[in-house]
């Protein structure tokens, strides 16, 4: 109980010290200081991160992928009327989503979970991705934070790879200021004819319009996939629990209040990747996500 408090303690006060040493666009690193630091390349993208000095997390590591088709499984419940053994196939690679975990035998190649609130009221599911030696975990500062407070980072088995969120034109670079997007940056990657991006650099920064699933499609198109099957993003039935959940333990979300962003951006986003020749296939048939094909998953079985 002791060493609880003074963990505390020690935080609080380095928040605060960091706070008085910094700028006040440097504010949201309060949590991170001083036990992570962090390497950047020439360009400014996100190389390396280090917790208490131990490299945690180099994204200079390519993984290029062998199968040219990989699928995104988001949680809608239309999940549930998928035949398992669509997820467990040789030819495909599999990125998971939030609780996608939960399903049975599927080998995730990648994984991705930028919302903190999942980190801490799942962190059950959280702990069989930090285990898996075989996958990928892309993750945010935000995220990285929380999931090193409850897990021991000698025990990470996954291999970690950090993304920082642009959301709603704004930046926080890990470690650096607070950047305000504008249309005199040119730094990051704005659509043609749309107001919305779409990251080519994902260790520059990706755009989250409220959605883990338009990350995960930026990750896909960097990754250099020519196919992305998407199931269970639904958007459709949000009273709904997920499909890994019960009415009883249901977690709240902000999907319905968010939508037209969403739709807006993945209509956007389809534009973009037909353009660059990368096909995208909707498997939840009754999807309100209208922007790229739809298709029954019998089909790719």
Not at 194 to 212: H, K, M, P, R
Not at 248 to 254: A, F, G, L, S
Request: glycine letters at 2%; hydrophobic letters at 40%; proline letters at 3%.
């Amino acid at each position: 109980m002791s060493n609880f408090f003074s963990n505390i303690f020690l935080r609080n006060f380095f928040k605060y010290f960091y706070k008085i040493s910094h700028p006040k666009s440097f504010n949201h690193n309060r949590r991170y200081w001083p036990y992570f630091s962090v390497e950047r390349n020439a360009q400014g993208f996100l190389d390396k991160v280090f917790y208490k000095n131990k490299l945690i997390a180099d994204n200079t590591k390519k993984n290029k992928p062998i199968n040219d088709t990989c699928v995104i499984i988001a949680t809608g419940p239309s999940i549930n009327e998928i035949d398992m053994a669509f997820f467990r196939k040789q030819e495909y690679d599999y990125f998971g989503l939030n609780g996608a975990i939960s399903l049975p035998d599927t080998n995730f190649k990648y994984y991705v979970i930028i919302d903190h609130d999942f980190i801490q009221n799942k962190f059950n599911l959280v702990t069989q991705i930090l285990e898996n030696k075989k996958c990928i975990f892309f993750t945010t500062p935000r995220c990285l934070e929380l999931i090193l407070r409850k897990y021991p980072y000698e025990e990470v088995q996954c291999t970690l790879q950090i993304i920082e969120t642009i959301t709603e034109k704004k930046l926080e670079r890990f470690l650096g200021p607070k950047i305000i997007l504008s249309q005199s940056l040119n730094t990051f990657d704005i659509i043609e004819d749309s107001n919305f991006g779409f990251s080519t650099e994902i260790f520059n920064a990706v755009y989250d319009y409220y959605t883990v699933a338009y990350v995960a499609l930026q990750i896909a198109y960097y990754l250099n996939y020519k196919r992305i099957l998407i199931a269970g993003l639904d958007m459709s039935n949000f009273t709904q629990p997920r499909f890994y959940e019960t009415v009883d333990d249901k977690q709240p979300t902000r999907l319905e209040e968010d939508f037209e962003a969403i739709f807006l951006a993945f209509n956007a986003s389809a534009s973009f990747l037909k353009k660059n020749k990368v096909q995208v296939i909707n498997l939840s048939i009754n999807s309100s996500i209208h922007a790229f094909e739809k298709d029954k998953f019998q089909q790719f079985i």
